[in-house]
């Protein structure tokens, strides 16, 4: 396990871009690999979450070369796979490939680490079964990784989500893909939409309705692809330069699409001085008086990966915020409801997990001080959200099982440095 220290207060200062956005790059590998021909890839993310999704497509088939700039160019096959698929940590990869793969005709076993193997995989496997594909999955009620998908005829279904979940909608629409008639995915809250945007540019039939999307079945064609910077890893940047005196930073060429900038709302609630420009994809974000808000539960889908940043940002704040409807927060790579709760008791802050909701009693800007310890649980946003929380206050935050940021951006420490002038 590895750790590091950081001691603030720092000033963020400067410019940089962040690594390629990740929910982006795992459709565009996916994608690529259902192609009729080589389709290239800039600006793919270089965590391992990625690299995963990377190492599966070339697993079922396809051929993928890094040239030395970056690109990455993949030709389509797919065709199975002799052995497991070992997707690590990335909750993504597995579910949108079990969609991918359901209506080919071979079987294929998709695994991935210990939390993985303890996320919910039954939100994919009644809907493809519903389809008639054939997933058996393991441990508690059949519904934990690893999963054995049995590829068959499919059919279109019309599904409404029981949670508002982008993985899980990718999933059924890519399985769309090879079934006979269409298939709607209804939603009970808005979500992300790269699958559908991505596949609509890639020709196939897509319909966007109110809260809800029909794709038909049809080869599919992607163009390359120019991936922004990810608006998640966007956001601990912007949340250090608004809770860190002197400060100033954009972050350059960030996806701003539907359902990705929740946590820009939020902050401006805050009272943060921040903007963002929608054609270039910066934020620039400064130096703000930071008071508590509320985030109810329709807006959570659009801001449940930046909750542990926004956390920081409560509790460095006057007042009291509050996250409504977190219940996905336990589910993701380590229960991130209390992995917060514990972050922010560290720095002084009040909180209370009650039902599905989490309350942060901030201490304002001057009263996060002393010497604090957190584990970040092998959690990649946890060991980030850790870091800025010690390089916003007068405190020095050691961060334990720091490694895990390499599952979505590996450089975090080094841009930290960057963008603070002072290394962890």
């Known amino acids: 396990m590895t750790a590091i220290t950081v001691e603030g207060p720092r000033a963020f200062t400067g410019r940089l871009r962040v690594p390629g956005d990740k929910s982006i790059s795992h459709r565009a590998l996916m994608l690529a690999a259902l192609g009729r021909r080589p389709c290239t890839i800039r600006g793919l993310s270089d965590g391992d979450d990625v690299l995963r999704t990377r190492r599966a497509v070339e697993a079922l088939g396809a051929r993928v070369e890094v040239a030395a700039n970056g690109e990455v160019v993949v030709a389509g096959g797919v065709r199975g796979a002799r052995g497991p698929i070992n997707l690590g940590n990335s909750g993504t990869g597995i579910r949108l490939l079990a969609g991918l793969v359901s209506g080919f005709d071979f079987t294929t076993t998709l695994d991935g680490d210990a939390s993985v193997r303890q996320r919910p995989m039954d939100r994919i496997i009644d809907p493809l079964t519903a389809m008639g594909a054939s997933v058996r999955g393991s441990g508690l009620n059949g519904a934990r990784a690893p999963l054995a998908i049995e590829g068959r005829p499919l059919r279109g279904i019309e599904y409404r989500l029981p949670v508002a979940s982008a993985q899980v909608k990718g999933a059924v629409l890519l399985a769309g893909l090879r079934a006979e008639g269409p298939t709607t995915v209804h939603e009970p809250a808005p979500t992300r939409t790269h699958t559908e945007e991505m596949l609509a540019a890639a ?143 560290g720095l002084g802050a009040g909180c209370r997990i009650d039902a599905d909701a989490l309350a942060i009693a901030g201490v304002g800007p001057g009263g996060v001080s002393g010497r604090v310890t957190v584990d970040a649980h092998g959690d990649h946003r946890m060991a980030m959200a850790a870091a800025i929380a010690g390089a916003v206050g007068r405190v020095a935050m050691t961060v334990e099982g720091f490694e895990a940021t390499a599952t979505s951006y590996p450089g975090f420490a080094r841009d930290l440095g960057r963008v603070t002038g002072r290394a962890p």
């Open 203 to 345: 020709g196939v039939r897509v319909e966007q309705g109110d809260r809800s999307v029909t794709v038909w079945p049809g080869e599919v064609d992607p163009p390359d692809a120019d991936v922004p910077g990810d608006p998640s890893q966007a956001a601990f940047w912007a949340v250090g330069a608004c809770a860190a005196p002197d400060s100033e930073l954009v972050v350059e060429d960030v996806y701003l699409g539907p359902a990705r900038t929740g946590f820009i709302d939020v902050l401006r609630r805050m009272g943060a001085d921040i903007a963002w420009d929608a054609e270039t994809g910066a934020i620039r974000a400064r130096s703000s008086a930071l008071t508590g808000t509320r985030v109810s539960t329709e807006e959570m889908p659009g801001c449940i990966d930046e909750v542990p940043v926004l956390a920081v940002a409560a509790a460095v704040a006057e007042g009291v915020t509050v996250f409504e409807g977190i219940g996905e927060l336990r589910f993701k790579e380590t229960d991130r409801a209390a992995a917060v709760a514990e972050m922010v008791v």
